[in-house]
């Protein structure tokens, strides 16, 4: 039931804010406006698709006790915070003045560091998700079915490493508007440095 809402929250909220309606910016024209040196180009973004449709069936496994829910539950109080970081980031970053140049940088910072902030999170309550995942396999518990697999374990797996992705783009832009020592991090020299340590943990996870 409440994954069930959580998911059709999340799927409402990025409706409104992809479409643009009631007068919401999109996510492309925000990205547009805070270009930043680790942002992937647009057509990348698409991935999200098939995670959100992922994790449609996943919820469905969770929700209606299909084989290999069980041990999939494990996972599911760490999709539901992980939505409730999303969505909570999406209505905050939404607040990000449009044009930039129309606002300080002490404005600018007051979204963007708190929008880092729960991209962060939303990718730890992923990383939270994996580790029950395998932690319920070390209890013991039965191997994923193959629906397991394809709509709880993939899509865990897909989000923390977009959400990593996202992190580091969330922490260059408000490093981007930060006191001076953090603006080196928004250099080419820094985004490349992000990139290799996002690659290292990465690799590490």
């Given at each position: ?21 009631l ?11 805070y ?33 290999g ?26 607040t ?17 560091a ?7 999170a ?11 995942l ?13 629906l ?26 408000a ?6 020592w ?14 290799t ?9």
């Amino acid at each position: 039931g409440a994954l069930g809402a959580g998911y059709a929250a999340l799927v409402a909220v990025n409706g409104v804010f992809g479409a643009g309606v009631l007068g919401a910016p999109t996510n492309g024209e925000l990205s547009a406006a805070y270009p930043a040196e680790v942002t992937p180009v647009g057509a990348t973004f698409a991935i999200w698709g098939p995670i959100f449709a992922l994790q449609g069936g996943g919820t469905w496994l969770l929700g209606w006790g299909a084989p290999g829910g069980a041990r999939a539950a494990a996972a599911g109080g760490a999709w539901f915070a992980t939505w409730a970081a999303e969505l909570a980031w999406q209505a905050v970053f939404a607040t990000a003045p449009v044009p930039a140049s129309k606002a300080g940088d002490g404005r600018k910072l007051a979204t963007l560091a708190p929008a880092a902030t729960l991209l962060v999170a939303a990718h730890a309550g992923m990383v939270a998700g994996g580790a029950a995942l395998r932690a319920a396999g070390a209890r013991g518990a039965a191997a994923p079915s193959l629906l397991g697999a394809l709509l709880v374990d993939l899509p865990t797996g897909l989000n923390a490493g977009w959400l990593a992705a996202a992190s580091g783009i969330g922490l260059m832009l408000a490093a981007q508007h930060g006191p001076s020592w953090g603006r080196r991090l928004a250099t080419p020299a820094g985004g490349a440095a992000l990139l290799t340590a996002l690659s290292a943990y990465a690799a590490g996870i």
